[in-house]
């Protein structure tokens, strides 16, 4: 049974992708990260030396504490947060316990684009519909929970990128992008090694529905409607983003949980 304050692997990983993720922080020192240069999906790095910042970013968000092998780094910063009202717990096992479980995922540090003022910044084509809420959705679930996004007409995408700092995505060039038939959430997949059966599931959906190919998966005439109807209700590009989060959360809970469930009447 695991310590008050502490969170097994399968309980962390049943959260990841989830609107009810916690803020996860990497607290293992430089040289144990330059031995294992991985991070948990969504998760960020910050030294254990400054717990005081920590507790500024983290706004009182319920947060899992991870070093290399779940003890006096993370035990001590978890029980520091805690006495600052911090809703804190440290993984069980730490950065090893999550690397040897086989049903866990990390994403290489290199992946991840240089942070513009502590997140990542992405820009894309204005008016999305389904990739270009797909891919920020994947990216705020499993990449960076406070990554920002800017929406601007194609041919400023380029300019943009250079201009602020931002990485370019779903457009013609940029590094992640389509190939062929399958979609920018696909390069996201790859780029992050995010594989697993629900995201690798969801993403078939998502090419789909994108390439106007409803024949790799029936759901794909659902989310074409849903994509449709949400880009004519909103003008802003962010509160369309916004208002469309909630169902990708849905589609990756079927993807994951329920995709072999099926309704009738008697």
Not at 63 to 85: D, P
Request: glycine fraction near 8%; hydrophobic fraction near 40%; include cysteine.
């Amino acid at each position: 049974m695991p310590a008050p304050n502490e969170i097994t692997v399968k309980q962390l990983n049943r959260l990841i992708g989830t609107p009810d993720c916690p803020a996860i922080v990497d607290v293992c020192i430089d040289p144990d990260f330059a031995e294992d240069p991985f991070l948990i999906p969504g998760s960020f790095r910050h030294p254990h030396t400054e717990v005081d910042a920590l507790t500024e970013r983290l706004q009182r968000r319920r947060t899992v504490i991870v070093c290399q092998k779940g003890k006096k780094l993370s035990q001590g910063v978890t029980a520091w947060l805690q006495s600052e009202g911090v809703d804190a717990e440290y993984l069980q096992g730490g950065m090893y316990g999550w690397r040897d479980d086989p049903e866990t995922e990390r994403i290489p540090a290199k992946t991840l684009p240089k942070p513009v003022g502590g997140s990542t910044l992405w820009v894309t084509r204005q008016r999305p519909k389904i990739d270009r809420i797909a891919c920020p959705w994947l990216i705020r679930r499993f990449v960076d929970a406070d990554a920002r996004f800017l929406f601007v007409s194609s041919d400023e995408v380029a300019g943009v990128a250079d201009r602020f700092g931002a990485t370019p995505f779903d457009v013609e060039d940029a590094p992640f992008a389509h190939d062929g038939d399958r979609c920018t959430f696909d390069a996201l997949l790859d780029a992050f090694c995010l594989h697993t059966p629900a995201l690798d599931r969801l993403a078939q959906v998502i090419r789909a529905a994108d390439t106007n190919r409803h024949d790799l998966a029936p759901e794909a005439a659902g989310l074409l409607a849903l994509s449709v109807g949400l880009s004519r209700q909103y003008r802003d590009d962010t509160q369309q983003l916004m208002a469309g989060l909630p169902i990708y959360d849905a589609l990756y809970r079927w993807a994951r949980d329920g995709s072999d469930e099926g309704h009738g009447h008697p």
